[in-house]
């Protein structure tokens, strides 16, 4: 049938860049879960599934039948979504109560980690894309998941690795801004995005150690909580100044017509409301949840808008989704 054909050539030109896709969906389910929204957060959690079941395979598939390939697209940095998205879609199921798969899929994302850490940095260059920021994406979604986890199932060395996670995702989060290409806040297809939502990730994982360390746990001293408190409103006011820079930038320059790399827009937007709702709840701050309420909602306009512009090019044989 033309249409199977044409979706099958669609999914073969994938950048590994398409785990953004499973990333923007996953952490929508979280941020809807937050606000209360359960039919939505489940429907989004399913989909997250069957967006990452597909990614799986593709990386298995060309790990097996394209090696060549694969080590290519393993050292783009395009290729962290596959631990990006598989810690999302664990942060997904611990939230709704899965734990027992969300610890199994933060052991793959902590296997696939430090290997495709490497080959990433490894090839790095001078005048990078946005998405050299997936670096600390990547190792803050390790962080968020361990410490979602250990708040649930009170483990203390769970809490303990998240928050070396948590320092390590900042020093990558300033070597990634060295190579960082500034012209692409304005030039940028949209993946420059990630500059911001790496912050993003980054506070939602403060938050989420804060709350781990108030479980009844002895974690942290009083004066290493105030520190981790400071870091995370820092994070999150870093985050929103880029999100307010990235807006004016595209207002003042517009970038008409899609994109895949929107995938990696959405999914900032929506970690960016997902962490304002979280650092709202872990540090007592409540009149940061109507924006972050807000904020959300963008968020889901923006993944449908994106989501949108995938079927169509679809439609259109084999266009750039």
């Given at each position: 049938?033309?249409?199977?054909?044409?979706?099958?050539?669609?999914?073969a030109?994938?950048?590994?860049?398409?785990?953004?896709?499973?990333?923007?969906?996953?952490?929508?389910?979280?941020?809807?879960?937050?606000?209360?929204?359960?039919?939505?957060?489940?429907?989004?959690l399913?989909?997250?599934?069957?967006?990452?079941?597909?990614?799986?395979?593709?990386?298995?598939?060309?790990?097996?039948?394209?090696?060549?390939?694969?080590?290519?697209?393993?050292?783009?940095?395009?290729?962290?979504?596959?631990?990006?998205?598989?810690?999302?879609?664990?942060?997904?199921?611990?939230?709704?109560?899965?734990?027992?798969?969300?610890?199994?899929?933060?052991?793959?994302?902590?296997?696939?980690?430090?290997?495709?850490?490497?080959?990433?940095?490894?090839?790095?260059?001078?005048?990078?894309?946005?998405?050299?920021?997936?670096?600390c994406?990547?190792?803050?979604?390790?962080?968020?998941?361990?410490a979602?986890?250990?708040?649930?199932?009170?483990?203390?060395?769970?809490?303990?690795?998240?928050?070396?996670?948590?320092?390590?995702?900042?020093?990558?989060?300033?070597?990634?801004?060295?190579?960082?290409?500034?012209?692409?806040?304005?030039?940028?297809?949209g993946?420059?995005?990630?500059?911001?939502?790496?912050?993003?990730?980054?506070?939602?994982?403060?938050?989420?150690?804060?709350?781990?360390?108030?479980?009844?746990?002895?974690?942290?001293?009083?004066?290493?909580?105030?520190?981790?408190?400071?870091?995370?409103?820092?994070?999150?006011?870093?985050?929103?100044?880029?999100?307010?820079?990235?807006?004016?930038?595209?207002?003042?320059?517009?970038?008409?017509?899609?994109?895949?790399?929107?995938?990696?827009?959405?999914?900032p937007?929506?970690?960016?409301?997902?962490?304002?709702?979280?650092?709202?709840?872990a540090?007592?701050?409540?009149?940061?949840?109507?924006?972050?309420?807000?904020?959300?909602?963008?968020?889901?306009?923006?993944?449908?808008?994106?989501?949108?512009?995938?079927?169509?090019?679809?439609?259109?044989?084999?266009?750039?989704?």
């Amino acid at each position: 049938m033309p249409g199977i054909s044409a979706l099958r050539v669609w999914w073969a030109e994938r950048p590994p860049a398409a785990g953004a896709a499973v990333m923007a969906t996953g952490i929508l389910s979280v941020g809807l879960h937050l606000t209360g929204a359960e039919t939505l957060s489940r429907v989004a959690l399913a989909l997250t599934c069957v967006a990452w079941a597909a990614l799986a395979a593709d990386f298995v598939l060309r790990l097996l039948g394209d090696r060549r390939r694969w080590a290519a697209d393993a050292g783009s940095p395009g290729a962290l979504t596959a631990v990006a998205a598989t810690a999302v879609l664990g942060t997904g199921f611990a939230t709704l109560g899965g734990r027992t798969l969300a610890a199994a899929l933060l052991a793959l994302a902590a296997l696939l980690w430090p290997a495709l850490l490497v080959l990433v940095v490894w090839h790095w260059r001078r005048r990078m894309p946005g998405s050299v920021f997936l670096c600390c994406v990547a190792t803050q979604g390790l962080a968020v998941l361990a410490a979602t986890l250990a708040a649930a199932e009170r483990t203390a060395w769970l809490a303990h690795t998240a928050l070396v996670l948590f320092w390590l995702g900042l020093a990558l989060y300033g070597l990634a801004l060295a190579r960082f290409d500034v012209r692409e806040v304005l030039e940028g297809g949209g993946d420059h995005w990630i500059a911001g939502g790496a912050l993003a990730i980054s506070a939602l994982a403060g938050a989420r150690l804060l709350v781990a360390g108030d479980g009844g746990l002895y974690l942290w001293d009083g004066d290493d909580r105030d520190v981790l408190r400071t870091v995370t409103v820092v994070l999150l006011v870093l985050d929103l100044a880029w999100y307010l820079t990235l807006l004016v930038a595209e207002a003042a320059r517009p970038r008409r017509g899609y994109d895949m790399r929107r995938w990696s827009t959405a999914f900032p937007m929506g970690m960016t409301a997902v962490a304002m709702l979280s650092v709202a709840t872990a540090l007592g701050i409540p009149w940061l949840t109507p924006p972050g309420q807000v904020l959300l909602w963008v968020a889901v306009a923006v993944w449908l808008a994106v989501a949108a512009g995938a079927v169509l090019a679809v439609r259109a044989d084999g266009g750039d989704a």
